[in-house]
């Protein structure tokens, strides 16, 4: 029996397990398996170099999806200035750059957003829907990449999904009751005699004498009584009728003359000594006032006087020239109007040495100074409420006889200017004279006027029958409450898929107004960066 030859070390078998089973080394690390770990090790290790060399050399063109836009074009190697780690742009990076103005509510932000031109604070409410800036913001687009385009898809996302078919009506449209205008108008009738006096053939010429686009060509400027109607209305002629005038007896019922409000004087009657005296002709116990101005501040003073009888307690309501009724949106103009009246009333007490006068002028002062700071801060919500008449009878001071007598005299004292206007409550009803309808939006009217004609989309006051074809128009079909504004089924005539662009973008500008970013010490301060 031969002996069997011993193997050498290397090809003996190892084992494994408790049992200690043999098995060949080869067989736990196969050569060919120990040729693929060092091949991807090494690969491994060459691309770990290749991203190195990529991050600090090539501005991580391996990294990111793509170039910044020219606004971040400084970030592009600084990732942690926008991302936090494997996690998309939260708002906070974003307001680090954008927000200086350390409110409550930002310029960038939702709230912001919702407040944009319509300045309703009704509209400032969160939202279940509301998304990161970069949702609809997204970067890495290029440098010609632009932000503030969102597709329609990003829009429709929370919102309606087609301007053809879902997109809700104009507010304007939608609402069955008409806006008060506070003004007797009718359009059919200014027209015609406008083309006539000035030798128009064109009706839509004598629509633009009076709404004058601005600039632009975007939006109107307000109807102006000074540039539209002192051609023909307040002529030289124009009278009030001969009124009472108040005698020794303060009860007794009447209106001042203008030697009567200088000898009383106090706070707003400084345009007493720059007045007329030959405007007012006084035959015996009768004053009338001939001409007449627009604004005039002998009715408007005695209009004052005659409204505090019946409502005592009328509050800012007296820094005003007519009623406080004004859209939401517009509250500011009443707080410009009471600053404007109480700046003019301190021009009068100024250099006045009674301790009394200088007392009133220091409170007149600080009024001044608190109305002017929050004026100037378009995120201040100003309350209309304190302008506010006190409406009840049961705060009123005069009999149910002497409300009636005083209301008289209202009618008389402003029967020329309720020619056009409206009078209520010994108050000017406010003519409402802002023609920008749409608040979150944007039209272009000079882009449109290539296409179309006014009268093709302002077409609810029925003035080409009327004017062109002679046609006989019920007056209800031409107040001044009829805004005369297209509706969303005018604008879809041409708005479509198959037609001019109808994209969201092209009408709504989300994107809060930049002006506020002026505050140039926002930025430069300590701290800002």
């Given at each position: 029996m031969s002996q069997q030859p011993i193997k050498s070390k290397a090809k003996m078998k190892g084992t494994y397990g408790q049992?200690?089973?043999?098995?060949?080394?080869?067989?736990?690390?196969?050569?060919?398996?120990?040729?693929?770990?060092?091949?991807?090790?090494?690969?491994?290790?060459?691309?770990?170099?290749?991203?190195?060399?990529?991050?600090?050399?090539?501005?991580?063109?391996?990294?990111?999806?793509?170039?910044?836009?020219?606004?971040?074009?400084?970030?592009?190697?600084?990732?942690?200035?926008?991302?936090?780690?494997?996690?998309?742009?939260?708002?906070?990076?974003?307001?680090?750059?954008?927000?200086?103005?350390?409110?409550?509510?930002?310029t960038y932000s939702f709230t912001a957003h919702y407040l944009y031109r319509s300045g309703d604070f009704e509209n400032v409410e969160t939202s279940a829907h509301e998304v990161p800036c970069a949702t609809c913001h997204g970067e890495h687009g290029g440098r010609d990449a632009d932000l503030t385009t969102v597709s329609n898809g990003q829009c429709q996302a929370c919102h309606f999904d087609s301007f053809d078919d879902d997109h809700p009506q104009f507010s304007f449209a939608a609402n069955d009751e008409p806006d008060r205008s506070g003004i007797t108008f009718a359009h059919i009738e200014h027209i015609a005699e406008l083309m006539d006096q000035e030798a128009l053939d064109d009706v839509e010429q004598a629509c633009l004498y009076c709404h004058n686009a601005q600039p632009d060509g975007r939006n109107f400027e307000p109807i102006s009584f000074d540039r539209h109607c002192d051609a023909c209305h307040l002529t030289i002629g124009t009278a009030t009728p001969r009124l009472p005038i108040q005698g020794s007896d303060s009860g007794s019922l009447g209106v001042l003359s203008l030697e009567a409000i200088r000898e009383q004087g106090g706070v707003g009657t400084r345009w007493s000594w720059f007045a007329n005296p030959n405007e007012l002709q006084t035959v015996g116990s009768r004053i009338r006032k001939s001409p007449l101005h627009h604004l005039d501040p002998w009715v408007l003073h005695n209009l004052r006087r005659l409204r505090t009888r019946l409502l005592p307690d009328a509050g800012l309501a007296d820094l005003l020239t007519a009623t406080p009724n004004v859209p939401e949106h517009e509250v500011k103009n009443l707080y410009r109007e009471a600053l404007a009246t109480l700046e003019e009333?301190?021009?009068?007490?100024?250099?006045?040495?009674?301790?009394?006068?200088?007392?009133?002028?220091?409170?007149?002062?600080?009024?001044?100074?608190?109305?002017?700071?929050?004026?100037e801060d378009p995120l201040v919500d100003l309350d209309e409420t304190d302008f506010l008449l006190a409406l009840d009878s049961s705060d009123a001071h005069v009999t149910g006889e002497q409300a009636e007598a005083i209301h008289a005299l209202v009618d008389s004292l402003t029967g020329p200017c309720q020619q056009c206007h409206e009078v209520e409550n010994a108050t000017i009803v406010r003519v409402q004279d802002d023609q920008q309808t749409l608040r979150h939006a944007e039209f272009d009217h000079?882009?449109?006027?290539?296409?179309?004609?006014?009268?093709?989309?302002?077409?609810?006051?029925?003035?080409?029958?009327?004017?062109?074809?002679g046609a006989e128009i019920d007056p209800a079909e031409d107040q001044a409450s009829i805004q005369n504004l297209p509706k969303l089924e005018v604008c879809q005539d041409c708005h479509s898929d198959r037609r001019a662009v109808?994209?969201?973008?092209?009408?709504?500008?989300?994107?809060?107004?930049?002006?506020?970013?002026?505050?140039?010490?926002?930025?430069?301060?300590?701290?800002?960066?």
């Open positions: 049992a200690r089973l043999p098995v060949a080394r080869s067989y736990v690390l196969p050569p060919g398996r120990r040729r693929a770990l060092w091949i991807g090790a090494a690969l491994a290790m060459l691309a770990a170099g290749w991203l190195l060399v990529d991050f600090f050399y090539r501005d991580a063109h391996l990294i990111s999806t793509g170039e910044l836009s020219s606004g971040h074009a400084l970030l592009e190697n600084n990732c942690g200035a926008c991302h936090d780690a494997f996690d998309t742009v939260q708002n906070e990076r974003c307001e680090t750059c954008h927000e200086k103005l350390g409110d409550e509510i930002g009333q301190a021009v009068g007490l100024r250099g006045r040495p009674e301790p009394a006068i200088q007392e009133e002028l220091e409170r007149i002062t600080s009024m001044i100074e608190s109305l002017g700071r929050r004026i000079h882009a449109h006027i290539l296409q179309a004609r006014c009268l093709d989309c302002h077409n609810e006051i029925p003035i080409e029958q009327a004017i062109a074809e109808n994209d969201c973008v092209t009408c709504h500008v989300f994107h809060p107004d930049k002006d506020r970013s002026n505050q140039m010490l926002l930025y430069t301060s300590a701290g800002a960066g």
